[in-house]
Every structure is written in structure tokens, then in C-alpha cells.
């Protein structure tokens, strides 16, 4: 490649002397490369005397081969240079039932809406997916990272609720400590690391580790959710999924705020250290949406 731009260059300029100017080389080393590339073609592109020069016919068709190669080059090149910056193509992302409808759905339709050229494919579902065999670009996950040659960056804390219905706390009677839970029907979630034991964090650091008493079980949150909300039992379940039914009373948080589970993270897990633009653009949006709003600050 390097051997068509001097070639280019000279016929550009007319000169070897021109060329060299042209591409920071010497005369001789400008001379060198001609010869090189016209012994490597086994054929003459240019005859040359002391005065002038002049492409032959071979010259004359492979000058032309050579600009039209060399501006492809150049365009493929900016190609990936605007890649870097500006999302195009297809993202495709995974990541939970729950957490797809209720939080990444709509950061992704506000996302399209910046960048209308860009493609999503969303898959959803409870299941670790291989990202690579599966060529998704990202993989966003709530709790805790399982070990993971992929690579990760958290984007936020998410906290855990215990949470019951109404009726069922009217039926059942109203824990007031979480060592209180032992006589309580408990909805367990089988994929978190314990499903049938709890640790609360008190507001003094120290621990409470209580072991349930599971009745049931279901491996998404959005079905534990109407578990609870039609009087199944007691369970622990992301704040992002309960908010506004523990604000309008249709579920009621229990414990707080003596008592806290541990967090658990939202992470965006990729399969490449150098992510496209389109995953870092992502991944800068979505943490923003999930960055706590500032409080104003009041004397």
C-alpha cells in the first residue's frame, strides 16, 4: 500500500523531487519504491530520463486502479473512525424479564429516538446467555456477577425490598423483626445465591442471617411480584419492580429502616474490551437514567 501512494504521488506531482515533498521521503527513497513495486509487477509503469517521465500503457491503467484503491482505503478507514463515535447497525442486548420491561425498555426507546439509524434487538429472559456464540453486544444483569470471562462495568446499586400484601399481613399478622419470618410463608427466588436464607443489615452494621421457610418458588420476579400482590406470602424483591405499589399501598414494606438487605448491582456485561460506540453510548445512557437525581441544596 505504502508503494501505490508513492506511485500516486508521482504521477500527481510530476516529479520525483514533488513526490518526496509531498510524502516527507527523500528522491532516492521515492526511486526505491518505484522500483521495488515495478519489480514485484514484473512490468514498467513509468519510462524515465534525465529531462521527463511518462506512464506507459500498463502505467496508465494501473494509476487508475491505484486511486480508486487508495480512496476506498481512505473511506473504509473513516468508516471505522465514525464507528467509534457514532452508532450504527444493530445492538442487540439481553438481560431479564423484569428488568427489560420495567427499566430497559423505555432507556431504549428514548436512546433510539437520539440515534434513528440505530437497530435494537432486545432478548429477554431469566437465563445466562452466551454472549459471544449468541452475538449479542450487551448483556445487562441484576444481583450479583457470576465469574465471567466478559467484560463488566456497574452501572448502579439496586436495592431489595421485603414486601407483602395488604391481605395477607391483615391474615397473617405483621413481622416486626426479620427473625420473625420463620412463622411466615416465604416466596423464594431461585436464582439468587441463598433462596432460603436472608441476611438484614441493621442500621449498627451487624447482621442477621434468617433462615425462611419457602411455600413456593418462581424463577422471575415479575411472577413473584403477583404472588405477593394476591396474598401468597412474604418475599424480597427489587425496588425498581415495587416502588409504586409500596407508594400506592398495594404491597408494604416491612423492616425499614432498622433492618436492610444487602445490594446488588446493575451491571452492563460485554464481550470485548474495546466495546463500538453503540454499547459505550449505551452503557453512558443507561447509567445516567439510573443515576439518583440530585437534591437541591438548602441553607
Known amino acids: 500500500m505504502n508503494r501505490l501512494a508513492v506511485f500516486a504521488a508521482i504521477v500527481r506531482g510530476g516529479s520525483f523531487t514533488a513526490a518526496g515533498r509531498e510524502l516527507g521521503l527523500t528522491k532516492a527513497m521515492i526511486s526505491q519504491h518505484l522500483a521495488r513495486l515495478e519489480e514485484e509487477l514484473g512490468v514498467t509503469l513509468m519510462l524515465r530520463t534525465s529531462r521527463k517521465m511518462a506512464l506507459t500503457d500498463a502505467g496508465l491503467a494501473f494509476h487508475a486502479d491505484c486511486v480508486r484503491i487508495l480512496a476506498e482505503t481512505e473511506a473504509a478507514i473513516e468508516r471505522v473512525a465514525r464507528d467509534r463515535q457514532t452508532p450504527i447497525g444493530t445492538l442487540r442486548i439481553t438481560s431479564t424479564t423484569d428488568y427489560g420491561v420495567t427499566v430497559l425498555a423505555p432507556a431504549l426507546a428514548e436512546f433510539m429516538r437520539r440515534y434513528p439509524k440505530l437497530h435494537v434487538d432486545l432478548v429477554l429472559g431469566d437465563e445466562i446467555r452466551d454472549l459471544v456464540a449468541e452475538r449479542f453486544d450487551l448483556s445487562i444483569r441484576v444481583g450479583w456477577l457470576r465469574d465471567s470471562s466478559a467484560h463488566a462495568a456497574r452501572l448502579a446499586k439496586v436495592r431489595r425490598w421485603v414486601v407483602a400484601s395488604p391481605q395477607y399481613l391483615a391474615l397473617h399478622g405483621t413481622p416486626r423483626t426479620p427473625n420473625d419470618l420463620t412463622a411466615h410463608d416465604w416466596i423464594a ?30 424463577n422471575s420476579a415479575s411472577a413473584i411480584r403477583e404472588l405477593l400482590m394476591n396474598g401468597a406470602g412474604i418475599s424480597a424483591l427489587p425496588e425498581y419492580l415495587v416502588t409504586d405499589d409500596v407508594r400506592t399501598g398495594r404491597l408494604v414494606k416491612l423492616f425499614a429502616p432498622d433492618h436492610r438487605l444487602r445490594a446488588g448491582g446493575i451491571y452492563a456485561v460485554y464481550p470485548s474490551h474495546r466495546a463500538p460506540a453503540k454499547v459505550r453510548l449505551f452503557i453512558d445512557h443507561l447509567r445516567a437514567r439510573l443515576a439518583p437525581p440530585l437534591r437541591a441544596v438548602t441553607d
Open 189 to 218: 427466588a431461585p436464582l439468587l445465591p441463598t433462596p432460603s436464607r436472608v441476611t438484614f443489615i441493621g442500621n449498627d452494621g451487624g447482621r442477621v442471617v434468617v433462615r425462611v421457610r419457602p411455600i413456593g418458588q418462581a
